[in-house]
């Protein structure tokens, strides 16, 4: 397994959590628009991710996230 395979099974588990519809999650999965998450279970998610993986995702740079794969990338990005 890689690490981005590691890191995406992490934040996947992360998802089940607020993902209270059940919709099925796949890379392509946009937090807003498909899991219909507004802006205070978004911000949820962040700090979640920011306590699983000991980062920090800006403002700015949570903003520019839009989907399960952008995130992957962008931990990795963020933890390296």
């Not at 993902?19 to 962040?46: C, H, P, Y």
């Amino acid at each position: 397994m890689t690490d981005r395979d590691e890191r995406k099974d992490r934040i996947l588990r992360l998802i089940g959590d607020f993902n209270k519809k059940g919709i099925a999650v796949s890379e392509d999965t946009r937090f807003a628009q498909d899991l219909e998450w507004d802006s205070l279970t978004v911000m949820d998610f962040v700090a979640a991710v920011e306590d699983e993986f000991d980062i920090i995702i800006t403002m700015n740079r949570a903003a520019e996230i839009e989907t399960v794969g952008a995130l992957i990338d962008a931990v990795g990005e963020l933890e390296g």
